[in-house]
């Protein structure tokens, strides 16, 4: 009996080599019956070849043997099979997630491998392209000339299946961002693609730009395969070399990241990249961590970068790329490298479109090249405009090219105020980051009057407040890195009065423990810890620190005498006004004085890194998954660049190996050492559970970070945005729209 995994090469020897007796006869029957019975789990190019060739065989046998009842039926077989196989490639079903239409579902939530889609819709997948694709490409600063979609798409397109329908291209997506250089995570996350994301359950990791995955049994080896024939956005072949070329000439090239980020070591160390052939990259890692995965399906950085374009400016493949660089104007290889990606693993570092607009035109390209769906075509200090990725690796279930969607008009408005009042308008598509819960009301009230629709998911991160142990002001650090002054500033805030006026009473009150949601191994009693309510006792510990009025003017002082006033910078991309302001009174109201002011994400972050802020506030929080691959939240400064930060000195003393900043105190080198053991150690064990508990006990105890209220965000979009299912949560840590596969929404209201 033929086996149900026989290859296509055995087919063909087996209909190939046939000869006029009986036996082989039989064969070429065996085989066409088998094809019959199981032609939906087979590639039908399998089918159409085989039948073919036997209608072939069967024809020359019949003649030759004219009369052979075996000959006769061979043809006859043959011929019934190629009639057979072109019902088999009829078109495929446009299923969506709404209505399967009886197609079982694949191996992952809401899409398909190609070869599994055919399978399971018993079809074979044609492909159509944007009619806009060409026109599209034109305005790509670099790009060729276009080729037909066959030559664009892999050999194996990731199949999307749309949520309600199958869309319609054409389009502008409206978008707000608050700045050029930030808070554009909204607009980010809708063109976003990793090797891996997670489903919008927000529990399953399945691929994307990586077709699979393999660890082997103790974590240490992670084996990625890519798609066939992907390419980058200029029609490059992408390849494993990409990723290599990511890891050991940009992330670790000191050149061009001065420090290596924390995702890219395990257990501080680098990990080595094999390259096999051009679709296999195997990870090696010096520790366990599986949760490496998960930090690919959740963070902003890519894990690749277009060798074949950046490389060109890189000195260790290109020996003239200096004088490469020169002729444009730049110092050496390494500026222009700098210049395209911005010395950060941030992907929307300003443009040279924006960053060196005389040079820009002169540049290969406007931008480097890119796997994501939509691409940066100008830029400007108003805002970006973006075009669809004409190679992107995406189809629907009609085997349409993704996105549907032609372009991304992104407008930069850091004033709150104006922000809402484009939503409330319906000028805007859709937007999450810097929407605040107090600006919900006048959104929902509006929403008829505006055709939008505004959700209130619950966030995982929440409002948070440090202050900065490392201060540059010796006798603030002298204070701030006082425990029990810390402890009089958490018990000071009202949360309770925090979570009624800035959250309508939607939210809970509880103290920061790093993890969000708390894992069931980590006590609850944390949640708690110096939460309440108390000026009583706030006053009492603030006396016993020396922080008393020594002046008679009502403010409490410095011990030195010196007046204590501390200055508290927002930005609405991480902290609602309005709990600033009240924060800011409670602290007032047991004496110790605190102004307040709104500045953008930029002017907060350029300030937090310049160690000048007394007082940083931002979203924080994680879910167990991300500090499974992530270590940042408890390691100095306890977050990236772009979140809340503290202790900036211990994190130089930590990056020198103590040859500069300011040593941290022990709980800090406990909980190095402990992120690292955690991350190894098998999730669900004992060791793990204990390990966990001790980084909350530390970070928690000696209250770094300062929780407010955990409360729910509102979401917004145009009801003209069609596939756009309910979120789960507000999230920046699953990043956005990357769950919910904004790929496939479409705008019901464009030509």
């Known amino acids: 009996m033929l086996r149900r995994n026989l290859s296509f090469s055995q087919f063909c020897q087996i209909v190939t080599y046939a000869r006029t007796t009986r036996q082989d006869n ?158 554009t995570s909204d607009l980010l996350s809708v063109r976003h693609v990793s090797l891996v994301r997670y489903s919008d359950d927000l529990a399953t990791v399945v691929p994307n730009v990586a077709k699979s995955w393999e660890w082997n049994g103790d974590f240490t080896k992670l084996t990625i395969k890519l798609r066939k024939g992907h390419k980058w956005s200029d029609g490059a072949p992408f390849t494993s070399e990409d990723i290599k070329f990511w890891y050991d000439d940009m992330v670790l090239d000191e050149n061009i990241i001065k420090k290596p980020k924390d995702y890219v070591l395990v257990a501080g160390e680098r990990m080595t990249l094999e390259t096999p ?122 085997g349409n090219q993704l996105p549907y969607i032609n372009e991304i008009d992104e ?110 191994f980590i006590d609850p009693k944390w949640e708690k810890h110096y939460a309440q309510f108390d000026p009583d006792l706030a006053k009492k510990l603030l006396d016993e620190v020396g922080v008393v009025d020594k002046d008679g003017d009502g403010a409490r002082d410095l011990p030195n005498g010196a007046p204590l006033v501390l200055n508290l910078q927002f930005a609405t991309q991480g902290m609602p006004g309005q709990v600033a302001e009240l924060v800011a009174q409670h602290w007032t109201n047991v004496g110790v004085k605190a102004t307040v002011k709104e500045v953008t994400p930029d002017e907060y972050r350029s300030a937090q890194s310049s160690n000048q802020l007394d007082v940083m506030m931002w979203q924080k929080g994680q879910p167990l998954a991300i500090v499974l691959g992530n270590s940042e939240l408890f390691q100095p400064p306890f977050e990236n660049y772009f979140g809340g930060r503290t202790g900036m000195l211990w994190a130089e003393y930590v990056d020198s190996n103590g040859t500069k900043g300011i040593k941290p105190p022990a709980f800090v080198d406990q909980m190095l050492a402990d992120i690292d053991a955690f991350q190894s150690a098998p999730v669900g064990t004992k060791e793990s559970a204990e390990i966990g508990q001790r980084l909350v006990q530390n970070m928690t105890e000696n209250l770094l970070f300062l929780g407010t209220v955990q409360a729910p965000n509102p979401i917004y979009h145009r009801n003209a945005l069609k596939n756009f299912p309910e979120f789960k949560t507000w999230s920046y840590e699953y990043y956005r729209t990357y769950p919910y596969r904004p790929q496939q929404w479409f705008l019901a209201d464009e030509n």
């Open 411 to 520: 407008v930069h408005i850091n004033e709150n105020e104006v922000r809402i009042l484009k939503a409330v308008n319906g000028e805007i598509d859709y937007k999450s980051q810097s929407l605040q819960l107090p600006s919900a009301p006048i959104m929902l009230e509006n929403q008829e009057k505006g055709g939008y629709t505004v959700d209130l998911k619950p966030t995982i991160a929440m409002p948070t407040f440090s202050f900065n142990v490392t201060s540059a002001d010796e006798e603030k650090r002298k204070v701030f890195g006082n425990l029990k002054f810390r402890q009089a500033m958490s018990v000071a805030m009202n949360r309770a009065e925090i979570n009624e006026v800035a959250f309508f009473d939607l939210g809970q009150p509880k103290q920061y423990v790093a993890f969000s949601p708390t894992p069931d």
């Open 277 to 398: 052939d051009a679709e296999t990259v195997v990870f090696n890692l010096p520790a366990p961590k599986p949760g490496l995965i998960a930090h690919f399906a959740t963070h902003y950085s890519q894990p690749f970068m277009p060798k074949h374009f950046l490389g060109t400016f890189h000195p260790k493949y290109n020996p003239d790329a200096d004088a490469k660089a020169k002729e444009l104007g730049y110092e050496n290889g390494y500026a222009v490298i700098s210049a395209y990606y911005g010395n950060s693993d941030w992907t929307d570092t300003p443009s040279i479109m924006l960053s060196d607009p005389e040079k820009a035109p002169k540049m290969p390209k406007g931008v480097y090249p890119t796997l994501e769906s939509h691409i940066v075509v100008a830029e400007s200090t108003e805002g970006r405009r973006l075009v669809a990725n004409p190679y992107f690796h995406m189809v629907d279930t009609a």
């Open 26 to 183: 039989q064969q070429i029957m065996l085989a066409i019956e088998f094809t019959k019975r199981h032609h939906f789990a087979m590639r039908y190019e399998y089918t159409e070849a085989l039948c073919r060739v036997t209608g072939i065989l069967g024809w020359r046998i019949s003649n030759k043997n004219k009369g052979d009842f075996m000959s006769k039926r061979i043809l006859i077989a043959g011929l019934a099979l190629c009639a057979f196989a072109g019902t088999a490639a009829a078109d495929c079903p446009p299923i969506t997630v709404a209505d399967m239409k009886g197609v079982k579902a694949g191996a992952f939530p809401q899409q398909y491998e190609l070869a599994e889609f055919e399978a399971a819709a018993g079809c074979k997948l044609a492909f159509s392209a944007n009619p806009k694709s060409a026109d599209l490409n034109g305005r790509i600063q670099g790009n060729g000339a276009l080729p037909p979609l066959a030559e664009r798409l892999p050999a194996e397109p990731l199949v999307v299946v749309p949520y309600d329908q199958v869309g319609k291209y054409g389009g502008v997506l409206d978008g707000l961002s608050n700045a050029p250089e930030a808070g």
